[in-house]
């Protein structure tokens, strides 16, 4: 889960095919915050 919500936000909003190191460098202890991120994003623009 964590791994695509990452990848969907990076490769739409930053255009990186470097996901899994970007996230892993910067993200990679903030999966909750991801999680949450991703649930708001659904209920507003999904």
């Known amino acids: 889960?964590?791994?695509r919500?990452?990848?969907y936000i990076f490769l739409k909003y930053f255009k990186?095919?470097?996901?899994n190191i970007k996230c892993r460098e910067?993200?990679?202890k903030s999966i909750a915050y991801w999680?949450?991120?991703y649930t708001s994003y659904r209920h507003f623009y999904g």
């Open 35 to 37: 999680n949450k991120f």
């Open 16 to 19: 990186t095919i470097n996901c």
């Open 26 to 28: 910067k993200f990679g």
């Open 1 to 3: 889960m964590f791994y």
């Open 5 to 7: 919500v990452c990848q």
